[in-house]
């Protein structure tokens, strides 16, 4: 049989691997996408950030529903929970956009291959499905955007029942009683809200002194208070030694130095590590790197000629907009010799209630290099639309350099931080001073007035505080 030949093979179907394989198909190149999964959309839009932000949605409905409608004057009675429709809810928002790609797929002529795919040589790409039935494609350019998955940590033995990771905790078929969260990050706190607002006692054990490693140290201390007062518990500075299912069916989780902590469920969130098993890399001879990551150069090319890597394969957050935005700047590459991705202007979102988003550097990183800073903020308490809302809680924050002006980062937690975040961003990708955030006209009253303020502030001349 004819080997088909490809001008660009994606290896990965995620936000990534979809989106690099359309840019591709847009630009005039023979691609094909290999995802090994029957539905395209990658952790992202099957087991990630999709189906979760599903769960978060119905989950705080149900919560205001019971607890939160009376200030409004809003009597309800005999509020319950039918945990059934609301993950049937949830697979059906899945369904409809995993179902989106392919039509995507089809609408650009993006072929695709069902099969797990690995590099065999160069520009030689295997897929086998799940019959192990295998097929030899050739490809001028491959693309490997293949993801992550969980990191194990010692001592813990997910069994995917008493003990799993995101995956599982997306679909419990019923509320837990204690469901005890190894790692105060991202998912931690996302899928701890879900199951604490839904009724389950709720731990969090996070190994560092801090919540959410890496980001505003300030905002880090705001989600402390505002979570421990919506009912999670939080055991910060503790090290997990490891996990055992007790004869009763729940688990004790050990900790060092200190008495275990016993829960019917736990949810491992310690982090996530490049997805390279069984890709092939050796046979083009790439070697990951520290913490399995791929090395590639400022243009996602690895150490073999031809093959690309991008997104949670490679250095940076993992994150899907990243991993999007790289897919589309590596096949802008490949076709015209250069592309761009601003990597100081990435939004990070926490979709908590209230939601917590950054982009641009820390106060703690400035710090380190010794960049001069100002910082301006303004608590949503002092926002009218804030207040008509009901949800008061949370400040926005934003450093510009001490001479310059330039906004360096913007760190919000408050209601819809993740969709105000999108202005910062944007100002930043322009390399906007907080005086020209503070000098634009904001609507009235709108919960992005929160950073006119906070750029106001910056220089001191805020007027609602
Ligand atoms: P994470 O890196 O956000 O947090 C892991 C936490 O576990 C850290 O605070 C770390 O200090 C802690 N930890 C590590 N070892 C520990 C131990 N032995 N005992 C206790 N704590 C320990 O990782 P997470 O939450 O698993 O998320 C994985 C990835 O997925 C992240 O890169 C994140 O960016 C991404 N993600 C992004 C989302 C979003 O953008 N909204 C949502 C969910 C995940």
Wanted: charged residues 20%.
């Amino acid at each position: 049989m004819d080997v088909q030949q490809f001008d660009l093979v994606v290896i990965g179907g995620g936000p990534g691997g979809y989106v690099a394989a359309i840019r591709g198909a847009q630009a005039g190149l023979k691609t094909a996408c290999v995802e090994v999964e029957p539905r395209l959309g990658g952790t992202c839009l099957r087991v990630g950030c999709i189906p979760s932000k599903a769960l978060l949605e119905s989950s705080e409905r149900y919560h205001e529903a019971k607890a939160g409608l009376a200030v409004h004057g809003v009597r309800v009675e005999g509020v319950g929970l039918d945990l059934g429709a609301m993950m049937a809810r949830k697979d059906d928002v899945v369904q409809t956009l995993t179902q989106g790609i392919d039509g995507l797929f089809r609408k650009n002529g993006v072929t695709r291959l069902l099969g797990h795919g690995r590099l065999q040589g160069a520009g030689v790409v295997v897929v086998r499905d799940a019959a192990g039935v295998e097929i030899t494609v050739k490809a001028t350019h491959v693309i490997l955007a293949t993801g992550s998955r969980v990191a194990s940590l010692k001592g813990v033995a997910v069994d995917g029942i008493h003990v799993g990771t995101s995956t599982e905790a997306l679909a419990y078929d019923k509320v837990p009683e204690h469901l005890v969260v190894i790692g105060g990050g991202v998912i931690g706190l996302e899928l701890g809200s879900v199951w604490a607002r839904l009724g389950a006692r709720v731990t969090v054990l996070e190994y560092l002194p801090r919540l959410l490693v890496g980001m505003e140290p300030e905002l880090a201390r705001e989600a402390e208070r505002i979570f421990s007062r919506q009912g999670l518990a939080f055991r910060l500075g503790v090290k997990v030694m490891g996990t055992e299912l007790l004869p009763d069916g729940r688990v004790s989780v050990k900790l060092e130095g200190e008495d275990p902590v016993v829960g019917d469920r736990v949810l491992l969130a310690t982090g996530r590590m490049p997805n390279t098993e069984g890709l092939g890399l050796e046979s083009v001879g790439i070697e990951t790197g520290p913490r399995g990551v791929v090395p590639i150069d400022d243009h996602f090319r690895t150490s073999a000629p031809g093959v690309f890597a991008i997104g949670d394969l490679v250095r940076g957050p993992m994150l899907a907009h990243k991993a999007e935005e790289e897919g589309v700047a590596c096949v802008d590459i490949i076709v015209r010799g250069h592309g761009h991705v601003d990597y100081n202007s990435i939004p990070g979102v926490v979709y908590t209630e209230p939601e917590i988003a950054s982009v641009g550097r820390t106060s703690e990183e400035l710090e380190r290099d010794g960049v001069p800073y100002r910082k301006g903020s303004f608590a949503f308490r002092g926002n009218g639309r804030a207040r008509a809302l009901g949800h008061l809680e949370g400040k926005a924050i934003i450093l510009a350099h001490a001479e310059t002006d330039r906004v360096l980062g913007v760190h919000v937690i408050g209601p819809r931080a993740g969709d105000l975040i999108a202005e910062a961003a944007v100002a930043m990708a322009f390399g906007a001073s907080s005086e020209d955030l503070a000098m634009a006209s904001h609507a009235h009253p709108t919960l992005a007035e929160v950073l006119k303020e906070a750029a106001l502030a910056v220089t001191g001349k805020h007027i609602h505080a």
